[in-house]
């Protein structure tokens, strides 16, 4: 694990300094000192990176077969791995819905669906709660902390 | 100002109910989030900084500062009962407490963890007194480079102490420097990775990263694996701790609380290391040694005493420096910055009056504590059957909520999206989340002052070594590195 986390961080660090720097960092052209440049610090981060990267790959390889913390395990790791890209689309879901739908509503599917997700054994407890909990935080944010909630095109509350 | 001007100035701030109230709530909050297995101190903590936005700056900062004490404490409660630390930091309470719980005797275990918590806590809080303004004065003559020095110091003890590995609690504090880097650039105002986005020319905003680091891997993790929370609740028993046991554990809990101060005062170390400290140091120095690790009282109370010793020091260089000493001070400061107050030594000139209601709510809280952590202990069963799997979707909810409040932009409800994807991913290959989340939120300073520092030298780098405070954190951190490498080294050879 962590010759891959190593090999990880150098190819990040390697993106980094070939191409996220040079195309994603503007520097005026009059700067005359390098150290004073917006691209000294990514430079130098994106630097240590790869050497940080370069210890865990050397180390790493030095400890294979053994000394890697280990992740606690599963009994479905297939399942685990749908769970998980099901929460990844739940999430983009409610990023791209929320100024449609609203905060509120947008909460409570998120709620229900989550709760699925985990497979809740008090399924109506869910049900209220995915009701009361949204609606409760929207009274608090939009009335006592006068937040502006994203009240959607569709339902608008008081 | 005078000091009995300046304790007149706090008292006038939180002399009030709002003010205790909010102390209370926070204490309140604290121990069942602590108490909850998967919520921690440190996700409770940085839940009820949204709620505290339209709150008076001081009310705001206490309930924050009681949800941290009160977290600390909490997670003492499912240790003991059902062998589940609710923060890491009660990880060595277990080692006795648990013992205790199967022999019938959790309320005893409980009731001297609280005894025990209270008084550390209270020693803390003389101790962040006596300090800060001390530190404070001394560090009004830091400059640039000193600056720089010193946070180049804590990040390294941070990334070194965080985790299981120097090397990844490094690359976790290179990440956050990194990601500290998104935004216009601090002297020119030109684009660093803003893709041309206006969302992200401020940078990212640091309350939807924490969030998105410390509670959205919670409930990711609840999916990835729905039933790996289950655990047995052990009764309270009938026998509770007495006043003559608290005496015989009375050594063992000072001794911790000094370690708790001591190591707390440190950034970066934390609770999880005084407990463990502060309770192997209690079974060298017992008569009972051969009794530890089997259900001793003296253990539970060395291990709370480290742990809780350190809620208030970690405030030390907080309120001094404006150097976040763990993860939660780290999301205390967020708090700080979202009501316009910068800690550091200019907040001892400039906000004296805040400075000293803290002090003053904090010699409360140790007290609201006492009376909240008892009810607590009587009332853990219902907080423990509250389901997680309605909890984690609730965190969700909140979380969204959270994170739109601090600038009213969804955009930030999918930066925490995403920082919760991250937070998941490090936490699958054990890189500590602390040194990321402080090096994003101290990257800015480190890197303003170093530039300061070139500024005033005309780009000179013997200006980072320009006098005897320089060297000092400059020394320090060379040893830091040293010590942690070798240990390390020493650990791997070990287990080889």
């Not at chain 2, 009375?250 to 005062?265: C, D, E, K, M, N």
């Not at chain 2, 001070?329 to 967020?334: E, R, S, V």
């Not at chain 2, 930066?415 to 500590?432: A, D, L, Q």
């Not at chain 2, 005897?468 to 010590?483: D, E, G, M, S």
């Amino acid at each position: 694990m962590q010759v891959q986390l190593g090999i990880g961080a150098i190819i990040g660090a390697l993106f980094l300094i070939l191409y996220a720097i040079p195309y994603w960092v503007s520097s005026p052209s009059n700067v005359r000192n390098i150290v004073l440049s917006p691209l000294f610090w990514p430079y130098i981060l994106g630097g240590l990176t790869a050497l940080i990267g370069l210890a865990l790959v050397l180390t790493g390889r030095q400890r294979l077969g053994g000394g890697d913390p280990v992740n606690e395990p599963i009994d479905d790791p297939r399942q685990g791995m749908m769970r998980l890209a099901a929460m990844a689309v739940l999430m983009m879901a409610t990023f791209w819905v929320m100024p449609w739908l609203g905060m509120v509503w947008t909460s409570m599917l998120a709620f229900v669906a989550l709760a699925f997700l985990v497979k809740t054994r008090h399924p109506a407890t869910a049900f209220i709660c995915a009701i009361v909990v949204p609606l409760v935080l929207y009274a608090f944010f939009a009335h006592v902390a006068s937040v502006a909630i994203p009240q959607g095109e569709l339902v608008r509350l008081p | 100002m005078s000091l009995i001007d300046s304790v007149m100035a706090g008292l006038a701030l939180v002399g009030n109910w709002e003010a205790f109230l909010s102390l209370a709530i926070g204490v309140v909050i604290g121990v069942v989030g602590g108490a909850i297995p998967g919520i921690s101190a440190t996700m409770a903590v940085a839940l009820a900084l949204p709620f505290t936005f339209p709150m008076q700056p001081i009310n705001g900062i206490l309930l924050l500062l009681g949800v941290y004490k009160g977290g600390i404490f909490g997670g003492s409660i499912p240790a003991i009962l059902i062998k589940t630390p609710g923060t890491p930091a009660s990880s060595a309470t277990i080692l006795d407490g648990h013992p205790m719980a199967e022999r019938g005797e959790a309320g005893r275990a409980l009731g001297m963890a609280l005894w025990a918590s209270c008084t550390a806590d209270f020693v803390s809080n003389l101790a962040l007194i006596f300090f800060a303004g001390f530190l404070a004065s001394f560090a009004l003559s830091f400059g640039p480079p000193e600056f720089f020095a010193l946070i180049l110091f804590s990040l390294t003890i941070i990334a070194g102490v965080s985790g299981e590995s120097l090397l990844r609690g490094a690359l976790s504090a290179l990440l956050g420097l990194l990601l500290a880097t998104i935004g216009l650039d601090l002297v020119y105002g030109t684009n660093r990775f803003t893709f041309g986005d206006p969302n992200l020319m401020g940078g990212l905003n640091f309350i939807a990263v924490l969030i998105g680091l410390f509670a959205i891997p919670e409930v990711i993790n609840m999916v990835w694996h729905p039933t790996g929370h289950m655990g047995k609740v052990q009764k309270l028993g009938s026998k509770w701790v007495t006043f003559a046991e608290y005496k015989r554990c009375f050594r063992s809990i000072i001794r911790g609380s000094f370690i708790g101060v001591f190591l707390g005062s440190i950034p970066g170390i934390g609770a999880a290391p005084a407990a463990f400290l502060s309770y192997s140091e209690a079974r060298r120095k017992s008569p009972n040694k051969a009794n530890f690790g089997k259900g001793e009282i003296e253990g539970v109370a060395a291990s709370e005493a480290g742990n809780n010793g350190v809620a208030g020091a970690t405030l030390i260089p907080l309120l001094a420096l404006g150097v976040p000493g763990d993860v939660i001070t780290a999301i205390i400061i967020g708090a700080f910055m979202v009501h316009g107050l910068q800690p550091g030594p200019m907040m001892f000139v400039l906000n004296v009056d805040i400075i000293y209601g803290l002090f003053i709510g904090l010699i409360l809280s140790s007290g609201i504590l006492f009376v909240v952590g008892g009810l607590a202990i009587r009332g853990f069963r219902p907080v423990a059957d509250i389901p997680k799997r309605i909890l984690m979707p609730m965190v969700l909810v909140l979380c969204i909520y959270g994170v739109f409040a601090v600038n009213n932009n969804i955009f930030d409800v999918g930066v925490m999206f995403v920082m919760g994807w991250v937070g998941f991913v490090m936490s699958r290959y054990h890189i500590p989340a602390a040194p990321f989340l402080i090096a994003f939120i101290l990257g800015p300073l480190l890197e303003d002052n170093f530039r300061q520092s070139m500024l005033m030298s005309g780009g000179s780098p013997d200006i980072l070594l320009r006098g005897p405070i320089t060297w000092f954190f400059w020394t320090l951190t060379v040893i830091a590195i040293v010590a942690i490498t070798r240990g390390t080294m020493r650990a791997a050879q070990s287990e080889g």
